[in-house]
């Protein structure tokens, strides 16, 4: 899989090698970034020149403030030029360097922040409060970056535009090993708070190597990677894998528009699109007369991830673009792509596809002994790829129960069939995969257990013919309260500003009582079957006093 020839002098750092290396090849005059703004007009061009140049002065503005390697810096922002100057500047200079979804409400930040011990942040003007509300609980946070502030509005909170007009061009990425902490992300857990998964620089192998391999990328391609860098495809392949093969890529600063996102894909001649399950529903839902007035002649392939791929979305797309989908799957775990249905392979509909080149999968029992053909186990891999991440920040027990028996436990359930393909089946936790959010269903329940009208909360994912999964939540209301719109209403945009607005409930249920075990443990499985009408199964541990 490891695509050797990126590493050149022994330097591994993410950072120099999506910038300085293109340049030293001889690419820094190719265009690397077309950013196209909201009204659909491209803004602007980067070539690799400019983001060299760029990433540098903003990795010696951080050094003048003190920041040193090691240290923990975030970005907040929606999708801006400057998000991707922060990521790989930060990188250069060797700090552990972590991006926030931008719809993050407070309580999510705090959680990451907080955790993760973030000396620094990115962000924008609009986005302050948010932090003014938790500061004084990030005793850490020293220091505050807005992208959009003509001057510095506090000794600690400080305008972007100021430092990188102070800032020198000239920048070298000290010495930087394979296993040098690099990219942090933040992954839900079923029960309890985010864990932040942690990378190192040498993760770049496996990233460039399956946007090679898999994505098909070659020199004078333009790619395009609709995921938000709050998330590991936003930073795995919309950053890493395309740029360290000096690929363009086209950035998009708007939303989901069908008519929007075809006037990029024709307008920019996009040769290769990478993009989400739910986001190709959404396209099935337009006049299919809207698609015919596009030239996609340029476009070679379309990939997905995040969720399973239905197959109707497989013929949906033969039909109407005339192109396949190919399945991706990976986890921010895994850090870059690791089952496929990349092209040259068969696609059967509805599988995930066969692990890529270096990867070794097994579906396991819970023993961890292997199943037979066509038997639903324990989605798990062989260790050592060079994507896979090094910890669970500050949580080395869980990390380590995820290593058992000489294998990597994924937390998927999934069959193999006798040709080898696997086809995913669910979680074996909890977790909701909505719109390829992984949303956790504890964050939800305790964001609402903080608003005063509810006594109790279970929260489940429910099957959703557009989103993959919906976030249903069920509330026990204290004695006295009266269910009604306005609650529910209100219990909505709690949700959004203290989790983010994927977790907001599609669904909320008023009910008597929550189910739970004689420990007190929500019984999800049994909300789950009471609202899809299903067997409640054994329900011998539930404390029905």
């Known amino acids: 899989m490891a695509n050797e020839s990126l590493i050149l002098n022994g330097q591994y750092n993410i950072g120099s090698i999506c910038t300085r290396l293109q340049c030293a090849r001889g690419l820094g005059e190719r265009t690397a970034m077309r950013w196209v703004g909201a009204d659909r007009r491209l803004s602007r061009g ?103 502030a003509d001057d510095h509005l506090a000794p600690d909170i400080l305008s972007l535009k100021v430092l990188m007009a102070g800032a020198s061009a000239d920048f ?108 190709l529903r959404m396209l099935m839902r337009e006049d299919d007369a809207l698609f015919a007035e596009y030239d996609l002649s340029a476009l070679r392939s379309i990939f997905s991830v995040g969720e399973p791929l239905n197959p109707e979305v497989i013929r949906w797309a033969r039909g109407t673009l005339g192109k396949d989908v190919h399945d991706t799957w990976f986890q921010t775990e895994t850090g870059a792509i690791m089952i496929t249905n990349r092209p040259g392979l068969e696609i059967r509909p509805g599988s995930m596809g066969k692990p890529v080149a270096g990867i070794s999968a097994a579906i396991l029992d819970g023993d961890g002994k292997p199943v037979s053909d066509g038997t639903v186990g324990n989605l798990c891999f062989r260790p050592g790829w060079p994507g896979m991440f090094t910890a669970y920040l500050n949580h080395e027990d869980v990390y380590r129960q995820r290593f058992r028996g000489g294998f990597y436990h994924s937390g998927d359930t999934a069959y193999r069939d006798a040709d080898g393909y696997f086809w995913f089946q669910g979680r074996s936790d909890d977790i909701i995969n909505t719109a390829g959010h992984l949303v956790s269903p504890f964050e939800v329940e305790s964001a609402l257990l903080e608003v005063g009208e509810v006594a109790e909360a279970g929260v489940i994912g429910a099957p959703d013919d557009l989103l993959f999964e919906k976030v249903v939540a069920f509330v026990a209301l204290r004695g006295g309260q009266a269910w009604s719109p306005e609650l529910e209403l209100k219990l909505r945009i709690y949700v959004s500003n203290k989790v983010s607005t994927v977790a907001t409930p599609q669904e909320i249920v008023p009910v008597e009582a929550i189910p739970k075990n004689k420990s007190g443990k929500i019984m999800r499985r049994v909300l789950k079957a009471r609202y899809l009408g299903g067997d409640c199964g054994d329900l011998s541990t539930l404390d029905q006093d």
């Not at 395309?242 to 006037?263: C, E, K, M």
């Open 46 to 148: 980067w070539t690799f020149a400019d983001l060299e140049a760029e990433t540098n002065r903003f990795a010696n503005a951080l050094r003048a403030l003190g920041f040193a390697r090691g240290d923990v810096f975030f970005t907040f922002l929606p999708k801006l030029p400057e998000q991707f100057i922060a990521f790989l500047g930060a990188l250069k200079l060797q700090l552990i360097t972590g991006t926030l979804f931008a719809n993050f409400g407070e309580d999510a930040l705090l959680d990451r922040l907080g955790d993760a011990g973030a000396k620094g942040v990115i962000t924008k003007k609009s986005f302050l409060k948010k932090f003014v509300r938790i500061r004084d609980r990030l005793p850490a946070l020293r220091t505050i970056i807005l992208v959009d």
């Open 172 to 279: 070298s990425a000290p010495a930087t090993g394979p296993d040098a902490p690099s990219v942090l992300h933040y992954t839900s857990g079923s029960t309890g708070k985010s864990k932040g998964v942690l990378h190192r620089h040498g993760s770049v192998l496996s990233q460039s190597a399956t946007a090679r391999d898999v994505l098909g990328l070659r020199g004078g391609d333009v790619f395009w990677c609709t995921a938000d860098q709050g998330w590991v495809t936003g930073t795995s392949y919309g950053i890493i894998g395309p740029w360290s093969l000096g690929v363009t890529q086209v950035h998009f600063g708007g939303a989901y528009d069908a008519a929007a996102w075809f006037d990029i894909l024709e307008g920019q001649k996009v040769n290769v699109w990478y993009s989400a399950p739910t986001a």
